[in-house]
């Protein structure tokens, strides 16, 4: 079987509209290996959510091919397009419990589908409760449940029918942060301990941050840069891109304030030079400010990773002999274009 447990190849899906026809999807080839986090992060209306409904082909595409796990999933007649759906399950932000059904119930609800008999089907229900650490809320209903014990039970039934491929649709958007931080947690674990392959759709980049491997961005329908996270949050290499690892440009509760000050970079630290005052030391060292437009230390897949975007010198001479610095410190850095990057507030002159 292929190593590819989705690809999408050429997929354009078009909407009729009283307005006229919406392009949702361009082109999109798009391969997820098994094992996979995949996140694909987009700003509103990019088109992320039709682009996973189009993995399990709840929206059919206008053009392309859908594949899983090697087999050509479009033009199946549905009785065996509902077959190989067992094994892609979906979990959505707005949770989707039966609200007249308790926690096992709906655990319960795609196993008696499937013709698994009731007392085999609970058992099951049970058992996965354990998995979501939710047992003792086995018999509660969804009006008696948390947003994250909602989301909790949901997981739980996605898991109810074995499958390879969990979608997840904005699964973290209705909660709260620490809530949210427990259920990417446990959804990290089901990747690592089970190796289902998450297909995570966000706006959010903490949740790429937290719990993907792998991404691609999407604007306006198109899937505009792709790769390892890390690789991507060291240098990311288009303005969509830039603009959603640079938290301060979506920032709209701030006034923006823009810096007439050019020379401006994106330094990259890893564990081996987070800690050191690299910067400190270069400004004594060469007798050059800098300015200092934002910082930031995040965790990714696990490890410590820092970033920071500062002014060199305006004399380009100083500005080069600082960039001789970074590098013989072996701190990776990227030039940014005057009108790529915005700030909040006042700049800090050191």
């Known amino acids: 079987m292929s190593e590819h447990i989705i ?39 990019a088109g992320k959510s039709t682009l996973v409904r189009t ?33 892609i399950s979906m979990i959505f932000q707005q949770f989707n419990l039966l609200m007249q059904r308790d926690a096992v119930g709906n655990i319960c609800f795609p196993l008696e589908i499937a013709g698994v ?21 086995a018999n509660s209903y969804p009006s008696q449940l948390s947003g994250g014990q909602k989301q909790r039970v949901a ?23 620490k809530t949210t931080r427990s259920i990417l947690s446990l959804l990290r674990r089901i990747n690592e301990e089970r190796g289902i392959t998450l297909v995570v759709i966000t706006h959010e980049m903490e949740v790429i941050k937290q719990l993907c491997n792998k991404v691609a961005v999407i604007e306006n329908g198109e899937i505009v840069e792709r790769g390892d996270v890390q690789e991507i949050f060291r240098k990311p290499k288009t303005r ?15 006034p923006l304030t823009r810096t007439s000050t050019k020379n401006r970079v994106r330094l990259v630290f890893d564990e081996a030079t987070a800690g050191e ?27 410590q990773k820092g970033q920071m975007v500062i002014c060199l010198a305006e004399d380009p001479s100083t500005a080069e002999k600082q960039k001789e610095y970074l590098r013989a410190k ?4 990227i030039e940014i274009d005057e009108d790529e990057y915005e700030v909040h507030g006042e700049e800090a002159e050191a």
């Open 7 to 45: 690809s999408l190849q050429g997929v354009t899906k078009e909407f009729d509209t009283k307005g006229g026809k919406v392009v949702a999807l361009k082109d999109i080839d798009l391969n997820i290996e098994k094992g996979d986090s995949y996140g694909i992060i987009g700003l509103s209306g």
């Open 330 to 333: 072996g701190v990776e850095f």
């Open 55 to 87: 993995i399990n082909l709840l929206e059919e595409p206008t053009e392309g091919r859908v594949l899983f796990d090697g087999k050509l999933l479009t033009g199946l007649a549905p009785r065996e397009l509902n077959l190989e759906r067992r094994r």
């Open 155 to 177: 997981i739980a039934r996605a898991l109810a029918s074995d499958p390879e491929v969990i979608l997840c649709d904005e699964a973290t958007s209705a909660l709260d942060p």
């Open 240 to 254: 969509a891109a830039r603009k959603l690892f640079f938290p301060d440009g979506q920032d709209t509760e701030k």
């Open 117 to 137: 008999p009731k007392s085999q089907a609970v058992e099951k229900a049970r058992e996965l409760l354990r998995v979501v650490d939710l047992e003792e809320r």
């Open 277 to 303: 005052p690299i910067i400190a030391n270069m400004i004594m060292e060469l007798g050059a400010p800098v300015n200092f437009l934002y910082a930031n230390l995040d965790v990714l897949g696990g490890a």
